[in-house]
């Protein structure tokens, strides 16, 4: 078992230990166990779990809605996953679909500029 501090996981994360520490009040990691002065000690899977904390929370979706699958996923409730899970996946699907509208705004842009550089030419 890969044994980490909070500041291990932190660092493997990309994360500051600030987050690692309000996701430990918040519910969504757990440690693995704890050394005789009562520090956590996380394995990969705490370090699993934040790295798909942190990549949904960075893509748009909500803490709460995280939150919410975390807490479904710990307590091994399949329905309630499922829902999450989907709910998740809209959230995505919807932040995709608006990126793919930014892109193309911003390809408009370029044009835009690409035609009043040749105009001044």
Known sequence: MNAYT????????????HIVRDYLVRGLLHPAARTDGGYGVFDANALHRLC????????GVGLDVVTRLCRSLDASNADKTVMCLAEVGGIVDERRQALVGLEAQLSALRAEVGRHEEARR
């Open 52 to 59: 798909f904390v942190r990549s949904a929370v960075e893509a």
């Open 6 to 17: 909070v500041s291990q996981l932190a660092k493997d994360a990309g994360v500051s230990v």
